[in-house]
């Protein structure tokens, strides 16, 4: 079976609305990385969160090793927000990222 | 900051042919560089791995004969495909790491084979 599962596939929000996205693995974690894929591509890291919780702006990063799962939350929703958030983790301590299907974000204005 | 600049960022081939794309970090040592290909049906599928002073490890379905990878230091990598076909097309990412598995990706080359 899949090693990582994202969910929701996709979510539409208004302006100014919450999101919180979820991301399960089914493997032992040696590390955990959220990425925003741009529209054109380009991926950008958001955080790198093996454990704990991480702050960053609207942006906040749990990762909860024992119940195998990380969330990603946004709070007060922009249109700027809208795109992929991906979430990508390490179980081997090799340095091989394996990614999630992602969750496309929509937020409408 | 760590940056990771990727080159061209999108190229259309004829069939058959080949091309190179490179990576080049900045602002921090890429020990590893990983390659990775999203397809259109936006899957992340790990093409290699590379780690300098290391064998470049393919993954099942890659191989160096058709994606031939260059990590000749820190601060530097490059992929070819070769004999590109319809199959071939898609996002091609880099993403280094300087060992603590934190990625810094590149923007990306997309790949159109006509």
């Known amino acids: 079976g899949q090693q990582v599962q994202q969910s929701p596939a996709s979510l539409v929000l208004q302006e100014g609305e919450n999101a919180e996205l979820q991301c399960n693995f089914s493997t032992s974690l040696n590390s955990m990385q959220w990425f925003y894929q741009r529209p054109g591509g380009s991926l950008v890291s958001l955080f790198y969160n093996p454990s704990g919780t991480k702050h960053s702006g609207r942006l906040t990063s749990t990762t909860v090793i024992k119940e195998r799962r990380s969330s990603l939350h946004i709070s007060s929703s922009q249109t700027t927000d809208s795109g992929t958030y991906l979430c990508?983790?390490?179980?081997?301590?090799?340095?091989?990222?394996?990614f999630g299907d992602g969750t496309v974000l929509t937020v409408k204005p | 900051g760590a940056l990771v600049y990727q080159y061209p960022r999108r190229t259309i081939c004829k069939s058959g042919t080949s091309m190179r794309m490179e990576c080049q970090a900045v602002?921090?040592?890429?020990?590893?560089v990983a390659w990775y290909r999203q397809s259109p049906q936006k899957t992340f599928e790990l093409i290699a791995l590379?780690?300098?002073?290391?064998?470049?490890?393919?993954e099942q379905n890659f191989t160096q004969e058709k994606f031939p990878i260059s990590h000749p230091n820190l601060s530097f990598s490059s992929m070819t495909v070769l004999n590109a076909y319809l199959e071939d097309r898609g996002l091609y990412l880099c993403?280094?790491?300087?060992?603590?598995?934190?990625?810094?990706f590149g923007s990306g080359t997309r790949l159109l084979v006509i």
């Open positions: 590379s780690t300098v002073n290391s064998a470049i490890k393919y």
């Open positions: 602002g921090f040592q890429a020990t590893s």
């Open positions: 990508a983790l390490d179980n081997t301590n090799t340095g091989k990222l394996t």
């Open positions: 993403g280094a790491t300087n060992a603590n598995s934190d990625y810094t």
